[in-house]
């Protein structure tokens, strides 16, 4: 993954709104009115979000009809997981210096 994607990928998880879009389609892909539906916002609004996430690559819209269904592509977002994993382990060895240096405080006291 290229750091231009996985910055469109954060940005796109990052607002409050786009996290309860991808709430609601990890149940399974819903018609934009209802995903539209669960804001108290303008369709304009809801379209923009879309647009972010579409962008980013998080979901894809499938057109049956009249209707048009939303469905989330978790690829990203597992992208995303793995780069922050990649870190897991310096984070884990901080917290245990961290622990260690306070664990030999309270010995001494």
């Known amino acids: 993954m290229n750091m231009d994607h996985l910055t469109d990928v954060f940005s796109a998880m990052a607002h409050p ?4 879009i991808i709430e609601r389609l990890a149940n399974g892909p819903a ?6 539906g669960s804001f108290d916002t303008a369709l304009n609004a809801v379209t923009k ?29 597992r992208e995303a997981a793995g780069w922050l994993h990649r870190y897991e382990r310096f984070w884990n060895e901080r917290l245990d210096a961290f622990e260690q240096h ?8």
């Open 17 to 20: 709104s786009r996290r309860i």
């Open 49 to 77: 979000h879309l647009k972010v996430m579409e962008r980013a690559g998080l979901i894809e819209r499938t057109r049956r009809g009249r209707e048009v269904f939303i469905s989330l592509k978790a690829e990203p977002m």
């Open 102 to 109: 306070f664990k030999a405080k309270r010995e001494k006291h």
């Open 31 to 36: 018609r934009f009115s209802d995903v539209a």
